[in-house]
C-alpha cells in the first residue's frame, strides 16, 4: 500500500527534510583530505542532536552507523570507519537521514575530495544528479511511478559517455516511498522494466525518495562481506544522488532541498509548490 501524506504530514516531512539538508551541508564541508568517514559520521550525529531529530540509519536493520559513506567504487551503503581515510581525488557518496515527530527524510549526495578529478568523473556525478531532477520533474499528477523511471533512465541514456562506451545503471538499488518509514511502498527502479507495469498514479500526498545510482561501467553489484558494503562488480567509480520529494495539490515540493528545488525546477520549467514553513 502506498501512504498517502496530508499537507500537515508533508509539513512534519519538510522539517525532517531540512535536517538532511543540514547534514549534507556539513558533511561536503568536512569531506576534506586526511579526514576519516568517521569522522563526517560524527559531523552528522552532531548535526541531528542539534536540530533535536534521530538518525533513521543507525540500527536499521543493523546498520551500525549514523550516515553511509560510499567512497569511489563502493555504490551504496558504505560504513563509516576510522580505517578509511580520504585522500585527495576521491569521490565519496554521503546518504543521511532524519526522523522528525516519526516523519522521515532521505537523500544522498556525491562529493569530490581535493581536486584533479578526471573530467569523466566529473560528468558521471553531473549525469546522476540531472538524472535526479529528470525524475522529479516527472512528478506530476497524472503520471505513474514508470514515467518517473522513463524520465532517469532516459536522461542517462542520452548523455554520451567520454571515452565511449554505456553509464551502468546500478540495477540492484533504487528509489522508494518514504513516511513515517525510510523505506516504504513502491519501489522505483531507475530504468524502465515492463515485466513491473506502469505503477500507481502519482497524486498529491505521494512521497517518494528519488535515488539514481551510476557507474562508469557496469549496472552490476555486489555485497562485501559485512554484509552492507555495495560495490560495482568491476571496480568502476560511482555516483549516488538522492532527494525526498511530495507531490502536492500545487506541484512537486522537494523536501530535503534548502529552496524546496524552486530553482533547480525552475531551470526545467516547472513551478515547485510553496515551502509550508514558509
Known sequence: MVQIKSPEQIAKMRE??????????????????????????QVARKVLAEHN???N??????FPATICTSVNEVVVHGIPSDDVVLKDGDVISIDCGAIIDGWHGDA????FVGSGHAPELVELSRVTEE???????????????VDVSRAIETYIRRQPKPGGGKYGIIEDYGG??????????????????RRRGKGPKLVPGFCLAIEPM???????????EDDWTVITTDGTWSSHWE?????????????TSPDGGKAKLAELGIVAAPDPLG
Not at 544522498?108 to 562529493?111: G, R
Not at 551510476?214 to 562485501?224: A, D, H, N, Q, R
Open 214 to 224: 551510476v557507474s562508469l561501467g557496469t549496472p552490476k553489484t555486489k555485497v562485501l
Open 131 to 145: 538524472s535526479m531532477w529528470a525524475g522529479i520533474a516527472a512528478m506530476k499528477q497524472g503520471n505513474r511511478l
Open 108 to 111: 544522498a549526495f556525491t562529493a
Open 16 to 41: 525532517a527534510g531540512l535536517v538532511v539538508a543540514a547534514i549534507h551541508a556539513a558533511t561536503r564541508e568536512a569531506a576534506v583530505p586526511g579526514a576519516t568517514t568517521k569522522d563526517l559520521d
Open 176 to 193: 522508494h516511498g518514504i513516511g513515517t518509514e525510510m523505506h516504504m511502498d513502491p519501489h522505483l527502479l531507475n530504468y524502465v522494466e
Open 57 to 62: 540509519f543507525l540500527g536499521y536493520g543493523g
Open 53 to 55: 531529530a534521530k538518525p
Open 243 to 255: 532527494h525526498s520529494v511530495a507531490l502536492t495539490e500545487e506541484g512537486p515540493l522537494v523536501l
